[in-house]
C-alpha cells in the first residue's frame, strides 16, 4: 500500500486542510515535536491556514529524537490525525508542518530555522523536565544535564535554554527582531518560567543578553488542553483504515480541545482563533483549573489505578471506588480556585470525567504516571496548599499523594516490578520496604524542591499522606481504594 505524501487521494470521508500547504512558507519553529504538539499546535495552526493564510507553517524540531522526523520527512510533513469520541471516529490529515528535523542528525538546519528571519515564534512542549528549571528559584537548575552541557559549551547548544539564548545572540547580531517564546507545556505561569530560565541561563552564558531578553522578548503564557494517548500498532493500522494509505505519522486524541493564549505577539501570528483558541488578558486562572482539576485527578488515577491493575484511563473509570475518588478529587480540586466568569466548575468536573470515560481511547495509566516528581507540584501540592489555608479538606490530595509515594515503591503488591521513568529516580527510590510507611513518606516529602515547606511541615498533612500510604502497604492498594472511597 502507498504511503501518505500527496492530498490527492485521501477518501472523500478524510478531512483534507482547507489550504495548499505548500503555498505558504514556515514562521513557527516548534520544539517538542510529539504526538501531542501534533494533535494540538498544529491543528490549531492548519485551521488558522485555512482561515486567513500566511507563512505560518512548521519547522518541527525533535531534541533528542529522530523518529519524529524519519516519520515525517518521507510524508512531506502530512500526518493523520484521529480524533475519538462517543459519536465516532474522524480521521483528518494535517497540512501545517513543512518539515521535521532532529538536533541530533539536522544540527545545521535546526540552528538556520531558529535564527531565520522569517521565524517570528519559537512554540515549546518539551514537558516539565525538559527545561532545566530550579522550581525554587525559578531559574535554571545547574545539575539538569542539557544545562550543564550548554553552560560548559554555550556555542554548541543542546538544550531549550542553550539553543534560544544562542538563537536571541545571533538574531540580535545580525539585527532580526526576537522571536516570540510561547510555551505550551503543563506549568504555571509557563511564559513567565520560560522568561525567568532564559534569562537566568543567559546571566551565567551570555551577559549581554540578559537585558535584550527582559526586555525585548515576548513570553506569551498558554494553557493547554487535548488527551492524547501514546501511539500504538492499531493507531497506525487504524489510520490505514480511514485514509488508505500508511501513515508512519498517525496519532489519535480525544475530539476536545482547549488552548487559551495570552495575546502578546510583536512580530505577529496565526489566526489561531479560527480552530478555537481563546485569546485572554490573563492564562493564569485556566492554567490553575486545569492543571489542578484534570492534571491533579488524571495524576491521582495514573498512580491509584495503575497499582490497582488498571491498564487504561477507562478502566479506572470503570471501577466504581476508584471513580467515587476521581469525583470526590475534582469537586476538592475546584474548591481551591476562584470564581472565573464563564466558568461552572462543575460541569468542568462532570465534563473531565466524562472525558475520562471515553471508551474509545486507550490512555495508559502508566504513561500519565511518568515524572511524577515534576508533575505533583503544581498538579497536587499547589492545590494541597491552599486547601490547607482555606481550611478545606486535604484528604484527597493527601490520598493522591500517598499513592503516588506508593508508586515509588516501584513493585505493585503481587511483586511486578517497574521503572519510575523519573528524573529523579534515583532519589525517590530507595528501599522502602525496609523503612516502613512512615519513613517513606518522610524520606519523599522532604525531597529538595518538592513539596512546599508549609505543607510538607503541617502535622495534619503528613499525618494524612501517611495514614493512607500505611493502608496500601498493609491491606494493599485496591482494599485501601475500597476504604478511602466509603
Known amino acids: 500500500m502507498d504511503r ?19 503555498a505558504h512558507g514556515a514562521g513557527i519553529v516548534h520544539i517538542g515535536l510529539g504526538a501531542f504538539h501534533k494533535a494540538h499546535q498544529a491543528v490549531y495552526t492548519d485551521d488558522a491556514l485555512t482561515a486567513a493564510g500566511g507563512d505560518w507553517r512548521i519547522i518541527g524540531v525533535s531534541l533528542r529524537s529522530t523518529e519524529p522526523a524519519q516519520e515525517l520527512t518521507p510524508q512531506g510533513g502530512l500526518f493523520t490525525v484521529i480524533e475519538r469520541s462517543a459519536s465516532g471516529t474522524q480521521a483528518r490529515v494535517i497540512g501545517s508542518v513543512q518539515s521535521a528535523l532532529s538536533l541530533s542528525t539536522d544540527r545545521g538546519a535546526v540552528l538556520n530555522a531558529l535564527v531565520a528571519p522569517e521565524t517570528r515564534i519559537i512554540s515549546v512542549t518539551v514537558t516539565e523536565k525538559g527545561y532545566g528549571l530550579n522550581r525554587a528559584t525559578g531559574g535554571i537548575d545547574p545539575d539538569h544535564p542539557a544545562i550543564k552541557a550548554d553552560l560548559a559549551d554555550p556555542a554548541n547548544p543542546q538544550g531549550l535554554a542553550g539553543l534560544l539564548v544562542w538563537a536571541l545572540g545571533h538574531r540580535r547580531a545580525q539585527g532580526t527582531p526576537p522571536f516570540t517564546v510561547l510555551s505550551c507545556d503543563n506549568l504555571p505561569e509557563n511564559g513567565a518560567l520560560a522568561r525567568s530560565l532564559l534569562i537566568d541561563f543567559a546571566r551565567h552564558a551570555a551577559p549581554d543578553l540578559v537585558d535584550h531578553i527582559a526586555t525585548d522578548v515576548a513570553f506569551p503564557s498558554s494553557m493547554v488542553d487535548r488527551i492524547t494517548p501514546a501511539r500504538t500498532d492499531d493507531t497506525l493500522a487504524l489510520a490505514q483504515d480511514l485514509i488508505g494509505q500508511r501513515d508512519a505519522a498517525a496519532i489519535e486524541c480525544e475530539a476536545f480541545r482547549q488552548w487559551v493564549i495570552e495575546d502578546h505577539f510583536p512580530t505577529g501570528r496565526p489566526n489561531w482563533e479560527a480552530g478555537g483558541a481563546i485569546f485572554a488578558p490573563d492564562v493564569t486562572p485556566y492554567e490553575a483549573m486545569k492543571l489542578r482539576m484534570l492534571n491533579g485527578s488524571h495524576s491521582m488515577l495514573a498512580y491509584a489505578g495503575f497499582l490497582c491493575g488498571h491498564t487504561y484511563v477507562r478502566d479506572v473509570m470503570a471501577d466504581p471506588a476508584l471513580s467515587t475518588l476521581v469525583d470526590r478529587y475534582l469537586k476538592a480540586a475546584a474548591a481551591t480556585l476562584d470564581p472565573l466568569d464563564g466558568v461552572d ?3 468542568y468536573a462532570q465534563d473531565l470525567a466524562e472525558r475520562f470515560r471515553n471508551t474509545h481511547l486507550g490512555h495508559e495509566t502508566y504513561q500519565i504516571a511518568m515524572d511524577g516528581s515534576e508533575k505533583m507540584p503544581q498538579r497536587v501540592f499547589a492545590a494541597a496548599l491552599v486547601a490547607l489555608r482555606r481550611g478545606q ?10 499513592a503516588w509515594i506508593r508508586y515509588t515503591f516501584g513493585h505493585t503488591d503481587d511483586g511486578a516490578t517497574y521503572t519510575l521513568r523519573d528524573p529523579r529516580e534515583a532519589e525517590l527510590a530507595p528501599d522502602h520496604d525496609d523503612q516502613g510507611a512512615a519513613a ?15 505543607l510538607r511541615t503541617n502535622i495534619k498533612w503528613r499525618a494524612l499522606v501517611e495514614g493512607f500510604v500505611t493502608r496500601m502497604t498493609s491491606v494493599g492498594v485496591a482494599a485501601a481504594v475500597k476504604e478511602a472511597a466509603r
Open 4 to 22: 501518505l505524501t500527496t492530498l490527492d487521494a485521501l477518501p472523500g470521508t478524510v478531512q483534507k486542510p482547507g489550504h495548499t500547504p505548500a
Open 440 to 454: 517513606a513518606v518522610n524520606h519523599v516529602l522532604d525531597l529538595p524542591g518538592l513539596c512546599p515547606v508549609e
Open 393 to 402: 479538606s486535604l484528604a484527597p490530595f493527601a490520598f493522591a499523594t500517598a
Open 345 to 347: 466548575f462543575d460541569t
